[in-house]
Protein backbone atom coordinates (compact mmCIF):
# COMPACT_ATOMS: atom_id res chain seq x y z
CA UNK A 1 0.00 0.00 0.00
CA UNK A 2 2.98 1.99 0.96
CA UNK A 3 4.27 1.71 -2.33
CA UNK A 4 1.42 2.43 -3.67
CA UNK A 5 0.47 5.70 -2.23
CA UNK A 6 4.22 7.05 -2.98
CA UNK A 7 4.62 6.53 -6.63
CA UNK A 8 3.69 9.09 -8.26
CA UNK A 9 6.68 11.20 -6.39
CA UNK A 10 8.99 8.32 -6.20
CA UNK A 11 11.04 11.37 -9.22
CA UNK A 12 11.01 13.66 -6.12
CA UNK A 13 12.86 11.14 -3.86
CA UNK A 14 16.33 9.72 -3.84
CA UNK A 15 16.52 5.96 -4.07
CA UNK A 16 17.42 5.77 -0.73
CA UNK A 17 14.65 8.42 0.29
CA UNK A 18 11.86 6.28 -1.04
CA UNK A 19 12.84 2.96 -0.05
CA UNK A 20 12.91 4.16 3.40
CA UNK A 21 9.33 5.86 3.23
CA UNK A 22 8.11 2.13 1.65
CA UNK A 23 9.76 -0.64 3.62
CA UNK A 24 9.12 -3.75 2.69
CA UNK A 25 6.84 -5.86 5.08
CA UNK A 26 9.25 -7.06 6.82
CA UNK A 27 10.38 -3.59 8.12
CA UNK A 28 6.70 -2.89 8.35
CA UNK A 29 6.10 -5.93 10.53
CA UNK A 30 9.46 -5.54 12.72
CA UNK A 31 8.34 -1.78 13.54
CA UNK A 32 4.79 -2.45 14.96
CA UNK A 33 7.04 -3.74 17.97
CA UNK A 34 7.40 0.23 18.40
CA UNK A 35 4.04 1.24 18.39
CA UNK A 36 -0.06 0.75 16.64
CA UNK A 37 -0.60 1.34 13.51
CA UNK A 38 -3.91 1.86 12.16
CA UNK A 39 -5.26 0.85 8.30
CA UNK A 40 -8.38 2.21 6.48
CA UNK A 41 -10.28 -0.60 4.50
CA UNK A 42 -12.90 0.09 1.75
CA UNK A 43 -14.05 -2.79 -0.25
CA UNK A 44 -11.46 -5.34 1.66
CA UNK A 45 -8.34 -3.85 0.45
CA UNK A 46 -6.52 -1.65 3.04
CA UNK A 47 -6.17 1.88 1.32
CA UNK A 48 -5.05 3.84 4.14
CA UNK A 49 -2.29 3.64 7.22
CA UNK A 50 -0.67 5.48 9.70
CA UNK A 51 1.51 4.10 13.32
CA UNK A 52 2.50 5.75 15.80
CA UNK A 53 5.62 6.19 18.43
CA UNK A 54 5.50 7.29 21.53
CA UNK A 55 8.47 9.27 22.62
CA UNK A 56 9.20 11.64 25.47
CA UNK A 57 8.60 14.74 23.43
CA UNK A 58 5.08 13.54 22.34
CA UNK A 59 3.52 10.67 20.01
CA UNK A 60 5.47 10.50 16.55
CA UNK A 61 3.10 10.13 13.33
CA UNK A 62 4.95 7.50 10.93
CA UNK A 63 4.05 6.35 7.69
CA UNK A 64 0.26 8.70 6.88
CA UNK A 65 -0.78 6.87 3.27
CA UNK A 66 -3.84 6.91 1.74
CA UNK A 67 -3.90 5.11 -1.89
CA UNK A 68 -4.61 7.10 -5.13
CA UNK A 69 -7.93 5.76 -5.77
CA UNK A 70 -8.97 6.55 -2.32
CA UNK A 71 -7.79 10.12 -1.75
CA UNK A 72 -10.49 12.71 -0.74
CA UNK A 73 -12.65 10.05 1.25
CA UNK A 74 -12.03 11.57 4.28
CA UNK A 75 -9.93 8.55 5.44
CA UNK A 76 -6.71 10.70 6.38
CA UNK A 77 -8.75 12.63 8.61
CA UNK A 78 -10.30 9.66 10.35
CA UNK A 79 -6.50 7.75 10.73
CA UNK A 80 -5.21 11.61 12.55
CA UNK A 81 -8.53 11.30 14.61
CA UNK A 82 -7.37 7.98 15.22
CA UNK A 83 -3.93 8.87 16.05
CA UNK A 84 -4.81 12.12 18.21
CA UNK A 85 -7.10 9.77 20.44
CA UNK A 86 -4.41 7.37 20.98
CA UNK A 87 -1.75 10.31 22.18
CA UNK A 88 -4.53 11.26 24.30
CA UNK A 89 -5.17 7.94 26.22
CA UNK A 90 -1.23 8.00 26.85
CA UNK A 91 -1.38 11.71 28.22
CA UNK A 92 0.68 12.93 24.87
CA UNK A 93 1.48 16.68 25.05
CA UNK A 94 1.94 16.79 21.30
CA UNK A 95 1.53 14.82 17.77
CA UNK A 96 4.60 15.45 15.36
CA UNK A 97 5.63 14.30 11.99
CA UNK A 98 8.17 14.73 9.49
CA UNK A 99 6.81 15.41 5.82
CA UNK A 100 8.38 16.42 2.48
CA UNK A 101 7.54 19.84 1.22
CA UNK A 102 6.09 18.44 -2.68
CA UNK A 103 3.31 16.32 -0.62
CA UNK A 104 1.22 19.15 -0.57
CA UNK A 105 -2.08 17.54 -0.53
CA UNK A 106 -0.20 15.76 2.74
CA UNK A 107 0.84 19.21 4.15
CA UNK A 108 -3.00 20.65 3.78
CA UNK A 109 -4.75 17.67 5.33
CA UNK A 110 -2.26 17.80 8.54
CA UNK A 111 -2.91 21.95 8.62
CA UNK A 112 -6.15 21.48 8.39
CA UNK A 113 -5.99 18.91 11.23
CA UNK A 114 -4.24 21.93 13.54
CA UNK A 115 -0.38 20.95 12.40
CA UNK A 116 1.71 23.56 12.35
CA UNK A 117 5.63 23.54 11.03
CA UNK A 118 8.60 23.88 13.36
CA UNK A 119 12.24 24.46 12.43
CA UNK A 120 12.71 20.64 14.22
CA UNK A 121 15.38 18.62 12.36
CA UNK A 122 15.37 16.31 10.33
CA UNK A 123 15.82 18.33 7.58
CA UNK A 124 16.73 15.43 5.07
CA UNK A 125 15.80 11.56 4.74
CA UNK A 126 18.70 10.30 2.65
CA UNK A 127 18.83 13.75 1.09
CA UNK A 128 15.40 14.11 0.30
CA UNK A 129 14.14 17.65 1.74
CA UNK A 130 11.81 17.19 5.54
CA UNK A 131 10.26 19.56 7.61
CA UNK A 132 8.88 18.40 10.98
CA UNK A 133 4.80 19.82 11.91
CA UNK A 134 3.41 19.41 15.41
CA UNK A 135 -0.06 19.54 16.33
CA UNK A 136 0.20 20.74 20.97
CA UNK A 137 -2.42 18.92 22.48
CA UNK A 138 -4.43 19.82 25.81
CA UNK A 139 -2.89 18.10 28.89
Excluded at 96 to 105: I, M, N, Q
Excluded at 115 to 137: A, I, S, V, W
Amino acid sequence: MLGEAFREYEPRYTPAAYAATTPIAETVRERLAEGPMWVAIRENEIVGTVSAVIREDGLYVRRMAIAPTARGRGLGRALLVAVEAFAAEHRARRLYLSTTPFLADAIRLYEAAGFRPTHEPPRDLHGTPLFTMEKKLRP
